[in-house]
């Protein structure tokens, strides 16, 4: 069984997840409501095979690696699964910070998970982008350079 749990707040992410699992192979989905969130779930034995990533235990604790046809995809067209890691783990916010009595502001994304196999990942799929990014956590990359910000407006968008 496929399992994501959606904050109520972002209907649009919950669309997203029921269409991605109709799309691929789930003949049936089901919204299973709980407080605060939304659970969009469908079973199949297949899941595996498409999310070999997926296991028993968090997943900070195990590997994430990429399947070769994962990496291939994720080469071809990086901007989907950047948009999904900021929507799930990531956000979009004005940075306030003041410097001799003046204060500026600008925008930043911030993506913050405990696994460093997916920081990574991430990294390597800003890259591929252009987006200048840097740890400044040992759990949490920054993107804040307007040009690379104005690059992740185009593939990430609002949370909706």
């Given at each position: 069984m496929l399992r994501i749990a959606c904050a109520n707040a972002y209907p649009a992410i919950m669309d997203a997840c029921e269409e991605a699992m109709r799309a691929l192979l789930a003949r049936s989905?089901?919204?299973v409501p709980c407080v605060g969130c939304?659970?969009?779930q469908s079973l199949s034995n297949h899941w595996p095979c498409l999310l070999p990533q997926a296991g028993p235990g968090a997943k900070h604790t195990r590997a994430i690696e990429l399947a070769d046809w994962q990496h291939e995809l994720l080469q071809a067209d990086p901007g989907?699964?950047?948009?999904?890691?900021f929507h799930s783990d990531g956000s979009r916010f004005d940075n306030r910070v003041t410097i001799a009595g003046k204060?500026?502001?600008?925008?930043?994304?911030?993506?913050?998970?405990?696994s460093t196999d997916?920081?990574?990942?991430?990294?390597?799929?800003?890259d591929l982008l252009g987006v200048e990014w840097?740890?400044?956590r040992r759990n949490s990359?920054?993107?804040a350079r307007r040009d690379s910000?104005?690059?992740l407006d185009l593939h990430v968008g609002p949370k909706r």
């Open positions: 989905v089901q919204r939304t659970t969009v989907p699964f950047v948009r999904g890691l204060t500026y502001s600008y925008s930043r994304y911030m993506l913050s998970n405990e997916i920081l990574e990942i991430c990294g390597f799929a800003l840097r740890y400044n990359l920054s993107v910000v104005e690059i």
